[in-house]
């Protein structure tokens, strides 16, 4: 293999159609359903964080698409990522929800977690994806909720629902 000498010629003739290449992508010619925009927000493990509700409770983790961007986006993968801890009452169940807060309210189908029979609690990977095609305008606001599974008390004794912290992720298309 030959070794190759570089000079500042090469390197600033090659840097400069680097940067002629890059102007010329925009998000208007990327190929379609590439992704445009990411947002990730984080919340800190709290282990004393429990409680007992059979009603939709938040988890404490928001996250926004700004304004400046939906204008661009056709659709926006929202991802909420967490450990629970769940006691067991009859069972150890419980329901994560995820929610549009702003510009207008959207609430997708409830994702559940847990076991029906055996031990006394169960750590889980809990959250859930949506996908959000139904784009206004102004910022996007999201939200995880929680609650014992189905509303129902007999499903979960004490839910530690920020054991080991929360992620939540935002990728528009």
Known sequence: MAITTLTNNSISSS???AQSKMAALTTANLPSGTPKYMVVAELGANTNAVSTS??????????????????SLS??????DGTTQVRKNTHAFMDTLISRTAP?????????????????????QAGGEVLDDSLGSGDHT??????????????????????RGWRATLIGF
Do not use: C
């Open 104 to 124: 207008s309210s959207q609430v997708w189908d409830p994702f559940t977690i847990g076991v029906v029979a055996g031990g006394t609690e169960i750590y889980d």
């Open 54 to 71: 059979t009603s939709y409770s938040d988890v404490g983790i928001t996250i926004t698409m700004p304004s400046a961007i939906i204008s």
């Open 142 to 163: 999201y939200k995880l909720q929680f609650r014992k599974a189905h509303g129902t008390s007999i499903y979960a004794g004490n839910m530690y629902y920020n054991y």
């Open 75 to 80: 659709k926006i993968w929202i991802r909420f």
């Open 15 to 17: 840097a400069a159609i």
